[in-house]
C-alpha cells in the first residue's frame, strides 16, 4: 500500500490546487462584474456631471448675452441721454444769445428814442419810473373784458 499513498497525497493536493483555483477564478468573476458595473455606475455619473455642465455652460451664456445686451441698451440710453442732454444745452445757448439780442436791441432802440427826443427838446418818456407809477396807480389790474367798451 505504500505505493499507492503518495499518489493520493498528490492527487489531494492537486484536488486543494484546483479547487483554490476555481475558488480564485470565481472571486476574479465576481470581482471582474463588480468592476464592470463599478464602471457603468462611473459612466453614468461622468455623462450626468457632463450634462450638468453643459446646461451651466448654456445658462452661463444666457447670462453673458444678457448682461452684454443690458450694457448695450443702458449705453445706447445713456448717449440719447446725452444727445437730448446737448440739445437742450444748445437750445438754452440759443435763447441766451437771442436775449441779448433782443436786451442790446431794446437799448439801442431806447438809446435813438432818447437821442429823437433830446434832439426835440422833449422830455424822456422811458425813465423805470412809469412802469412803477402804473404799479402805484393800480392800473396794471384793470380787468377789461373780450369786446367790452367801457364809458366813464
Known amino acids: 500500500m505504500a505505493p499507492f499513498v503518495p499518489c493520493t497525497r498528490d492527487a489531494a493536493d492537486i484536488h486543494l490546487k484546483q479547487i483554490a483555483l476555481n475558488n480564485q477564478s470565481c472571486m476574479i468573476r465576481r470581482l471582474r462584474a463588480k ?3 463599478e464602471r457603468r455606475k462611473s459612466a453614468s455619473i461622468k455623462e450626468e456631471l457632463e450634462n450638468k455642465v453643459f446646461a451651466c455652460q448654456k445658462k452661463t451664456e444666457r447670462m453673458k448675452t444678457k448682461r452684454q445686451q443690458a ?5 445706447e440710453c445713456h448717449h440719447k441721454l446725452q444727445v437730448r442732454i446737448q440739445e437742450a444745452e444748445d437750445t438754452i445757448q440759443e435763447q441766451h444769445i437771442i436775449i441779448e439780442a433782443l436786451v442790446e436791441d431794446k437799448a439801442s432802440l431806447l438809446q435813438t428814442i432818447q437821442d429823437l427826443l433830446e434832439e426835440n427838446d422833449s422830455p424822456a418818456p422811458f425813465d423805470d419810473e412809469w412802469e412803477e407809477d402804473l404799479e402805484e396807480e393800480g392800473l396794471e389790474d384793470i380787468p377789461v373784458g373780450e ?6
Open 71 to 75: 450694457r448695450e441698451s443702458h449705453l
Open 35 to 37: 468592476l464592470a458595473t
Open 147 to 152: 369786446g367790452e367798451i367801457v364809458d366813464e
